[in-house]
């Protein structure tokens, strides 16, 4: 089962690049989308085996992340037909400059996503460290073109800049893949496989310098790809720039992706005693960041930005409940879930807000509840959501985490985490209030629009989903969440 | 101070200028021309002693004592390097000595051209200063490296035991001193790819423009020590890549002037074959041969804690 | 062997000062190239199994890429970029030559300090690694054009690939062709869009990138 998981949207990538028609090409993208939401489902009723000899296999925490990157793209494929219907050729004004530009070949796009698919689920069975490099780096490169659709310099500039920040990130990654091996190297020649159950099994005779440096480097390269603060310049550039619909799954699916990296190098540091190392360098980089965020989030004039920002935001709210431990870390994976779902909906809800009122401007949309209303209601519930408030998913989730930091006695670490979460709420309520409330500025632009029933149901999907996460956790995610919780120690 | 033998010194006084000859007869050769006999530097040599001088109003005492200054230290600093044979006067630390007399050498005649007030020995002193000044942490480094390797601090008793094993045991080092130590000869000497010793546009000049003003006797000076100059760059760098020890006095020696007669027609050809370097390339040669140099002290301290 | 090795470490060493000083960009692209060989040759020299074949394999795969398809690849956008083929850096050559030294004398500090496992080849490779993963990193910050910083990128890869030939002997060969094959997908990727920048600004200088920003000036 494993092996096509991975080979249905690889081969519909390379098939999709060669279709000539638009019609054919779109709807293989949604069959391939909905084939591999299928076989996900199918793998929490059967566990899948897995394969080669140990290299590829689906644990509690994969499956998890599968589960939600399946669900994003399937998600992401039916808003994106009606995307590219609408926008997907031509020459077309740009919002901000008013240049003329063109979009990439539909065709390379359509493959890229395919192929971006492949990469991320490839990631995700990894249990092989050294595989588990090659997939994000894999997912680096075939996301790349997805930024650059729109071809203008903004975006090339913000293409040019993930491609090397994150090549960089994960190349220093790659370095800790290495100082891995030496740690698992014995004095008589045989190592350990750099395999995760074989690393943890044998984790008691880890050299600890060596594992500990592995950890550090794997946090600095894979939180780069992460959009950890400092190493998080290329975000907002990047999931701004680029279309919405790429940009919902990069925040939603991509940084997870990232985040697993690490999460299986301190599975590895927990199985050796040497949690407690890491948890410190969490915590710190997890407020840092959302400090960072914080920061960039007041007064921001692009509200794509400012739900990159936001990415950033939560990112680092999740790798703070990591770097707790214990309950904190079941929070923070919890937030995981929760802030793909919600993030995705956003961008997707905002990339219907900037094809209806062509601007990025915080200030210059106003009124989307009466020009989109579908749009404008997600558009606000999405902000309750991003901002933690209950009924929603991310609410338990920052809430399970600040329970876990006030249990610990870290008030300091609890005070912080409010007050920042607290000046986010503030800056993004008046950006997104803002644009959802009053009367459009361009009187021509007030007749309701006409919204395609393809762009507002998978948002509305997903709000859904995020809706229900707040109110009731099913015992299979719960228990997926426990066990991982459990591996970090 | 132990007292070594009077050979390397005669050999350097006797046969400099004739590596002279050489560097310009090479290049005469590879041009297509016949060229000046080889024993044309001692000719003029003797021609100049014989000449008077002139000497400007503008210039003071320190005008006439360059030259002689200049000499005298590139005499002195002859006697401290072995070839074939321990050099007259050696002690540990003299290394240090040596790189000083030849910049006490190249200090008079640098302040002796400043003397005459005119810009363009200005511009020279300036230029060759500023090199000189780059290429001597090649120098001394080099030397450490040596000086390291061979366990002691005397020329005498540095350069002759890099013998065949040492080069075996310890190459990679060795040979990037040897390339640094040829970079630093170029240098000095004034010699292709740093600067033109045949220009005769002024613009051009680095060595040649502190001599514009000399005549007679000082010019001799002048030429006969930059030849010394020369050889004692050549021998440094011949005692280092040559490691041959008979323990016979005379075919070391012998062997070691056949070595530098090779050098001098390298010279020659490097001379014939590449074009000056520009005057903001410089510096980056030199700094370059100065981290090669790093780069060996580095690596043999690496290995010998 | 460890004399082979030893050598080849420090011709790796001369290349990356090479690159720190030159200011070609034909003969940075070249020297690259070179160092991608001497890596390959590194290959050959720290294998324990002299009856495998999986290191000469890999010896050739990784010298043939980085030996020749990099460079074409490199000199093609170069070319179709068809910018002034001059590095023009932020930090002058000179200066670039000393920090190297610098990096070079801590490298080796550094190295000194962390405990090696067995030594497998030679106790130049961890210092030789760590220098020139820094002089790659240095090139990525202090070059001005988007070709050089694409060759940081390669240094800084040779120097994680250095590290793993001479630490590392248990990696399956499958992961260091994929590996190889994401550096080479890597590197085309980054050439496209070097072809694209230039096609879009008329020049390839990384710092003119500066229009998304959220500090003012």
């Not at chain 1, 007064?299 to 309950?327: N, P």
């Not at chain 1, 009124?367 to 929603?392: D, K, N």
């Not at chain 2, 790819?193 to 002024?202: C, K």
Request: charged content about 10%.
């Amino acid at each position: 089962m494993i092996p096509s998981l991975l080979l249905i949207p690889a081969a519909a990538g390379v098939l999709a690049y060669f279709v000539r028609r638009a019609g054919p090409r779109r709807a293989l993208l949604v069959l391939a989308a909905v084939a591999h939401a299928g076989m996900t489902v199918a793998t929490w009723v059967v566990e899948p085996a897995p394969a080669w000899g140990g290299w590829l296999a689906l644990d509690a925490l994969g499956r998890l992340f599968l589960t939600i990157t399946s669900a994003l793209f399937l998600a992401a494929a039916l808003y994106g037909v009606a995307y590219l219907r609408e926008e997907g050729h031509g020459e077309r004004k740009d919002v901000d400059e008013g240049f003329l530009f063109d979009n990439a070949p539909e065709a390379t796009f359509t493959a890229c996503l395919l192929l971006f698919l492949a990469a991320m689920t490839l990631v995700t069975v990894s249990q092989g460290f050294g595989l588990l490099w090659v997939a994000v780096e894999a997912t680096t490169l075939a996301s790349a073109p997805l930024i650059y659709f729109h071809r203008h310099h903004r975006s090339l500039e913000a293409t040019w800049k993930y491609l090397l920040i994150c090549s960089v990130g994960i190349a220093l990654a790659l370095l800790g893949n290495f100082f891995l091996a030496v740690a698992a190297s014995d004095h008589g020649g045989t190592s350990v496989r750099l395999v995760l159950p074989d690393l943890i099994a044998g984790a008691g005779g880890l050299r600890i310098v060596w594992l500990k440096a592995a950890f550090l480097l794997f946090l600095v390269g894979y939180g780069t790809k992460m959009g950890l603060a400092p190493l998080h310049t290329w975000l907002p550039d990047a999931h701004s720039e680029a279309p919405s619909v790429v940009s919902a799954l990069l925040s939603g699916a991509l940084l997870n992706c990232a985040l697993l990296g690490i999460v299986r190098v301190q599975q590895v540091c927990a199985a050796a005693g040497q949690a407690a190392f890491g948890q410190g360098l969490l915590v710190g980089f997890g407020l840092l960041s959302m400090a960072v965020a914080a920061v960039f989030i007041l007064g921001q004039a692009d509200y794509k930005r400012m739900l990159a920002y936001s990415s950033v935001e939560h990112m680092g709210i999740l790798t703070l409940g990591i770097g707790l431990g214990g309950a904190g870390t079941f929070g923070g994976m919890l937030h995981a879930v929760n802030h793909s779902f919600t993030k995705a909906m956003m961008f997707l809800v905002a990339g219907n807000i900037l094809t209806r009122y062509r601007s990025k401007s915080t200030d210059e949309v106003r009124g989307v509840l009466r020009v989109v209303p579908a749009s404008g209601i997600l558009w606000t519930i999405g902000l309750f959501a991003i901002t933690g408030s209950p009924p929603f998913g991310p609410f338990l989730s920052e809430f399970t985490i600040l329970k876990a930091a006030l249990d610990q006695g870290r008030a300091g670490v609890a005070i912080t985490y409010l007050i920042l979460l607290a000046v986010i709420f503030v800056g993004m309520a008046t950006a997104i209030l803002g644009m959802a409330q009053g009367v459009p500025r361009d009187a021509r632009m007030a007749a309701r629009a006409r919204e395609p029933l393809l762009r507002v149901v998978p948002a509305a999907a997903l709000a859904a989903v995020v809706l229900l996460l707040g109110v009731y956790i099913p015992p299979v995610v719960r228990t997926a969440l426990e066990d991982a919780a459990r591996a970090l120690g | 101070m132990s007292g070594g033998s009077v050979m390397p010194l005669l050999l350097a006084l006797g046969l400099a200028p004739l590596l002279l000859g050489v560097i310009i007869r090479t290049k005469a050769v590879m041009a297509g021309r016949v060229g000046q006999p080889l024993l044309q530097p001692y000719h003029d040599l003797r021609k100049l002693m014989m000449k008077g001088a002139v000497y400007s109003r503008t210039t003071s005492w320190v005008f006439r004592a360059g030259p002689v200054v200049g000499l005298a230290a590139v005499v002195v600093a002859a006697a401290l390097v072995p070839f074939g044979a321990p050099a007259l006067v050696s002690f540990p630390g003299d290394l240090l000595l040596f790189v000083y007399l030849l910049a006490l050498a190249r200090f008079f005649t640098v302040i002796a051209a400043l003397d005459t007030g005119s810009s363009f020995e200005g511009m020279g002193a300036s230029r060759e200063v500023t090199f000189s000044a780059l290429a001597e942490p090649a120098l001394l480094l080099g030397l450490a490296t040596i000086a390291r390797t061979t366990g002691s601090l005397s020329l005498s008793a540095m350069l002759p035991h890099v013998t065949g094993a040492v080069w075996a045991h310890g190459a990679p080092p060795l040979a990037l001193v040897a390339i640094a130590l040829l970079v630093v000869f170029l240098a000095e000497n004034g010699r292709i790819p740093v600067d033109d010793p045949a220009t005769h546009l002024e613009l051009t000049m680095i060595h040649e423009v502190m001599m514009l003003d000399h005549g007679g006797p000082d010019l001799a000076f002048i030429l006969y020590g930059a030849a010394l100059k020369l050889w004692l760059f050549g021998a440094l760098l011949i005692g280092l890549a040559l490691p041959l020890h008979s323990g016979h006095l005379w075919l070391d020696a012998g062997a070691r002037a056949l070595g530098m007669l090779l050098l001098a027609v390298l010279t020659g050809l490097v001379e014939s074959c590449m074009a000056r370097l520009r005057l903001v390339a410089v510096p980056k040669l030199l700094v370059g041969a100065g981290v090669l140099s790093v780069l060996a002290l580095l690596l043999v301290l690496r290995s010998s804690p | 062997m460890s004399g082979w090795a030893d050598t080849v470490l420090i011709c790796i060493v001369l290349t990356s000062f090479v690159l720190l000083g030159s200011s070609r960009l034909g003969a940075c692209i070249r020297v690259v190239a070179l160092q991608g060989v001497l890596l390959g040759f590194l290959t050959l020299a720290g294998r324990q199994d002299a009856s495998s074949l999986r290191a000469p394999i890999l010896a050739l795969v990784s010298t043939g890429l980085k030996g020749v398809v990099f460079p074409w690849l490199l000199f093609r956008a170069l070319r179709d970029a068809d910018v002034r083929r001059e590095v023009e850096p932020f930090v002058g050559y000179s200066l670039s030559l000393l920090i190297g030294t610098a990096f070079l004398a801590g490298s080796l500090w550094l190295a000194g300090r962390l405990p090696l496992p067995n030594p497998t080849m030679s106790p130049l490779v961890v210092p030789v690694a760590l220098f020139t993963m820094l002089v790659g990193l240095f090139l990525i910050v202090s070059r001005r054009k988007a070709l050089t910083q694409v060759l940081g990128y390669l240094v800084l890869e040779n120097a994680i690939y250095a590290f793993g030939v001479g630490l590392v002997e248990g990696t399956p060969m499958v992961v260091e062709l994929g590996v190889l094959l994401d550096l080479f997908v890597a590197v085309f990727v980054m050439g496209i869009a070097v072809f694209h920048i230039n096609r879009e600004f008329d020049h390839i200088d990384a710092d003119q990138l500066r229009t998304l920003r959220d500090w003012a000036g």
